[in-house]
């Protein structure tokens, strides 16, 4: 399939300030506890802004987290579209195998629309209860953990409820998600190759695990603006968008209502309302978003490693919001014309980087020895480490070889450039997407950052040589703990 690019435009042309463009960028770059991975601004239809910070790239599949559940919801809707599925039919009535085990009143009232809006009746996540309840089907785990309230009346974020939708889905249709939606969704809006992680079952999660571009979130997002219409050939059910991004329940907090929080202002199915006049989104962990400004006709696309994540919606509500004018500008940053100011920004969004982990090159008068020197954990127990046994550095030709054992896996990584002088990021594919800067801070001491190019996940290392010892830490933890060998898209899903 040859995937048709997004109409560009100029920032000017659809009335989109340049230096509002820039203004968030400064203040994005500027917060200590963000790390910025892209960002993709529809105006009026048109890509007015783009950019990526290296060593993350366009074409690359991004963890989405919980914004998954968006996808998984216009699945749904899709099939209510083609007759298959009923907003208003039990949940049980498709699994009939546990028929006889659900017997809670309430647990067999729940509807299709409650599981797909977050309002099953449970008080609190229940996935760890469903997960104990029963260990080999979520689903009816899920339905044994009796609700508190009556269905439809409560909020509660609840992953078992999504992938309850999800399930059905995959029921009623014999396909998996993203089978379903590639003929549907994906190839009509020219969004590439996805992936999503699946259960011992085979089943797509829903809840989460969906990898996908960037410019797969915008797309996702410019739909939803054009209430299901995608170069005038209608994809979703006609008021399926704005049934979908409606508040069907109430999500604040009666006792102590905050309105500066966007997670205040309702739910709708698998989606969340913005504050007032600020439109409905998509979101996931570390800061992956999918804004929908109606208001503004304007889709903001964002991944990123945060857990900030009311931070980075301020930022886009103080810089952004004011840079969609109703007609262009004549000034710009810094006094600029219309066509300077978005020249340099367009200059900047190519330049965007992460900066390396500073470091120095190996010392000359410790070099033998760093060499083949192993290194085993210090013994500190803390909850954002990952369960590696050894570190292992070993030089080569031009670089360093650095090699992270856990359990029976190594993951072997090149620390390159002038013999890892933190110059830069060194890009690995195999076995698993990754990139890692660094160097040494002292004689002693060497640091590096491993950046899992698939996710929002950074893993921070640090060997010391006179212990001989090293201790590992997340900067944003996995929320799935898996192997760092498969830390990424799934490469063989079945």
Not at 191 to 215: C, K, M, N, P, Y
Not at 273 to 291: I, M, N, T, V
Not at 342 to 352: F, N, T
Request: overall charge negative; aromatic content about 8%.
């Amino acid at each position: 399939m040859t995937v048709q690019p997004l109409p560009v435009s100029t920032p000017a042309a659809q009335g989109v300030d340049a230096s509002g463009v820039h203004a968030f960028l400064d203040a994005l770059e500027a917060a200590p506890g963000i790390e910025p991975h892209s960002v993709m601004v529809l105006r009026h239809g048109h890509l007015v802004a783009s950019g990526w910070w290296a060593p993350y790239t366009a074409e690359r599949p991004h963890l989405l987290y919980s914004l998954s559940k968006s996808f998984t919801a216009t699945a749904a809707g899709i099939a209510v579209g083609e007759g298959l599925l009923r907003l208003d039919d039990p949940v049980i009535s498709f699994f009939p195998e546990f028929e006889a085990d659900i017997t809670d009143p309430r647990s067999r009232a729940m509807l299709v629309r409650h599981v797909a809006s977050m309002s099953s009746g449970h008080l609190a996540e229940t996935f760890d209860l469903a997960r104990e309840t029963d260990r080999t089907e979520l689903v009816r785990g899920f339905l044994l953990v009796p609700p508190d309230r009556d269905p439809g009346t409560v909020f509660a974020y609840n992953q078992p409820a999504t992938y309850t939708l999800a399930a059905i889905v995959q029921r009623l249709t014999g396909q998996s998600l993203t089978d379903y939606l590639r003929p549907r969704l994906l190839d009509p809006l020219g969004i590439g190759e996805v992936a999503w992680q699946r259960d011992r079952h085979g089943r797509e999660l829903g809840f989460s695990g969906l990898h996908a571009a960037t410019d797969a979130i915008a797309r996702l997002g410019q739909l939803y603006l054009r209430d299901g219409v995608w170069n005038g050939r209608r994809l979703l059910p006609e008021g399926w968008a704005a049934d979908a991004t409606r508040a069907h329940v109430a999500t604040a907090d009666a006792t102590a209502p905050d309105a500066r929080s966007d997670w205040q202002h309702g739910y709708g199915f698998q989606f969340w309302r913005s504050r007032p006049g600020y439109g409905y989104r998509g979101d996931g962990a570390y800061g992956q978003f999918c804004l929908v400004l109606p208001e503004q006709d304007a889709v903001v696309a964002l991944t990123g490693a945060t857990t900030e994540m009311q931070e980075v919606l301020d930022l886009v509500w103080a810089h952004l919001l004011p840079a969609f004018a109703s007609a262009p500008r004549t000034a710009r940053r810094g006094g600029e014309g219309q066509e300077d100011g978005d020249a340099a920004l367009a200059g900047r969004l190519a330049r965007l980087a992460l900066p390396p982990v500073p470091g120095k090159p190996a010392p000359p008068e410790r070099a033998e020895a760093w060499r083949d020197a192993l290194f085993t954990p210090d013994g500190g127990v803390c909850a954002d480490r990952p369960t590696l046994s050894a570190v292992g550095v070993t030089p080569e030709a031009d670089g360093w070889r650095i090699t992270l054992t856990e359990g029976g896996d190594r993951l072997v990584l090149r620390l390159g450039g002038d013999a890892g002088g933190g110059d830069g990021w060194s890009v690995a594919e195999q076995p698993v997407p990754t990139a890692l800067s660094g160097g040494w801070t002292d004689a002693d001491t060497l640091v590096a950052d491993v950046v899992f190019l698939e996710t929002p996940h950074r893993l921070a290392v640090t060997c010391s040589l006179p212990e001989g010892t090293f201790t590992a830490r997340w900067r944003t933890t996995p929320l799935d703990p898996r192997p760092l060998r498969v830390l990424g898209a799934p490469r063989n899903p079945a």
